[in-house]
């Protein structure tokens, strides 16, 4: 089964606000003598962005409520979406913070979502 895409009622990654890069993938252990010891921690490193959604309106405000708890199953799933930095269709997934997500009711009656996502491949 594929992952889900990223609905196509929702602003596509190119016009988002996303900020963020790879965490470190270096593990050090100190032994009690000499030098510290270094190993990579996988073999992969994992991106983390965080996202904010540009103001939209309750129509696309409900598709993304439905994405993420139907289709994602409460973000828990994994997705695919385009990578504005590499330009390429990847694989990402909610981080799970508390909250996972936090939604903003603009005066205007637009609303803005934001939220933390990492990149799985």
Do not use: C
């Amino acid at each position: 089964m594929s992952d889900p895409t990223w609905p196509v009622e929702l602003p596509p990654a190119a016009r988002i606000g996303i900020s963020g890069g790879p965490q470190s993938n270096a593990v050090s252990f100190q032994p009690e003598v000499g030098p510290s010891i270094d190993r990579l921690r996988a073999s992969t490193v994992v991106r983390k962005y965080q996202v904010e959604l540009p103001p939209m309106e309750s129509a696309a405000y409900d598709v993304f409520m439905a994405f993420f708890t139907d289709t994602l199953a409460s973000g828990i799933l994994p997705f695919q979406w385009y990578d504005p930095f590499t330009r390429s269709v990847r694989r990402f997934k909610f981080v799970h913070n508390a909250p996972v997500y936090s939604e903003q009711a603009l005066r205007s009656g637009l609303y803005v979502i934001s939220f933390e996502i990492m990149r799985l491949d």
